[in-house]
């Protein structure tokens, strides 16, 4: 615009939410926000100051991109205000990836208004610690929900378990009693030839 005199250039900032970005295939919102114009006033401060012309046109294209991705200080954090959404959003229902990627944004947002709070910054602590856990124990927290640990249920599960290794040892037997005079017979045949070995040795 500063060499040529070019008008009505438009910048569009795009974000791109990822949901799962180590999977293939995975959901991902891309949102375009409204084009902004670069004012020819910009053009000519950039004639006379460089420097602050490209500080001022970061800082509102900066400003634009936050309008469309959603994101907090640091990695815990934005897994935390995730997993609070997790909790936020009833289990039965069935969110769009626009209503996901909004509805994470508004949590951003407002963590970052309320983070100062002692009652926000307790609530946080005590969801990275049940992450640490979840980690630990290598569960989910969709698996903890399902998890009822009533004696019929216990019962259960064991009955069911008892009946399928008893099923998978059925399976496997057949091929333990083919294959174990193999088995036999390369010990035998590994022995007399380590003896062998071993007496030949001694004698030389």
């Given at each position: 615009?500063?060499?040529?005199?070019?008008?009505?250039i438009?910048?569009?900032p795009?974000?791109?939410?990822?949901f799962?970005?180590?999977?293939f295939?995975?959901e991902v919102?891309?949102?375009?926000?409204?084009?902004?114009?670069?004012?020819?006033?910009?053009?000519?401060?950039?004639?006379?100051?460089?420097?602050?012309a490209?500080e001022?046109?970061?800082?509102?294209?900066?400003?634009r991109?936050?309008?469309v991705?959603?994101?907090?200080?640091?990695y815990?954090?934005l897994?935390?205000?995730?997993?609070?959404?997790?909790?936020?959003?009833?289990?039965d229902?069935?969110?769009?990836?626009?209503?996901?990627?909004e509805?994470?944004?508004r949590?951003?947002?407002?963590y970052?208004?309320?983070?100062?709070l002692?009652?926000?910054q307790n609530?946080?602590?005590e969801?990275?610690?049940?992450?640490?856990?979840?980690?630990?124990?290598?569960?989910?927290?969709?698996?903890?929900?399902?998890?009822?640990?009533?004696?019929?249920?216990?019962f259960?599960?064991t009955?069911?378990?008892?009946?399928?290794?008893?099923?998978?040892?059925l399976?496997?037997?057949?091929?333990v009693?083919?294959a174990?005079?193999?088995?036999?017979?390369?010990?035998n045949?590994?022995?007399?030839?380590?003896l062998l070995?071993?007496?030949?040795?001694q004698?030389?």
């Amino acid at each position: 615009m500063s060499e040529y005199g070019s008008k009505n250039i438009k910048i569009v900032p795009v974000g791109l939410n990822y949901f799962n970005r180590d999977q293939f295939r995975s959901e991902v919102i891309i949102e375009f926000s409204k084009p902004y114009e670069v004012p020819s006033d910009l053009a000519e401060l950039y004639k006379l100051n460089k420097r602050e012309a490209t500080e001022i046109l970061l800082s509102e294209i900066e400003s634009r991109m936050k309008a469309v991705t959603w994101t907090a200080p640091t990695y815990n954090e934005l897994r935390s205000i995730l997993f609070v959404r997790k909790l936020y959003a009833p289990p039965d229902t069935k969110l769009s990836p626009a209503a996901y990627s909004e509805l994470c944004k508004r949590f951003a947002k407002g963590y970052l208004k309320l983070k100062e709070l002692t009652e926000t910054q307790n609530l946080m602590n005590e969801i990275k610690k049940y992450i640490v856990f979840l980690e630990n124990t290598g569960l989910t927290d969709h698996e903890v929900k399902r998890m009822y640990f009533s004696f019929s249920w216990i019962f259960k599960k064991t009955i069911i378990s008892f009946f399928a290794l008893f099923i998978l040892l059925l399976l496997t037997l057949p091929g333990v009693l083919i294959a174990y005079p193999f088995v036999l017979y390369l010990e035998n045949k590994a022995e007399k030839e380590r003896l062998l070995v071993l007496f030949s040795v001694q004698f030389k």
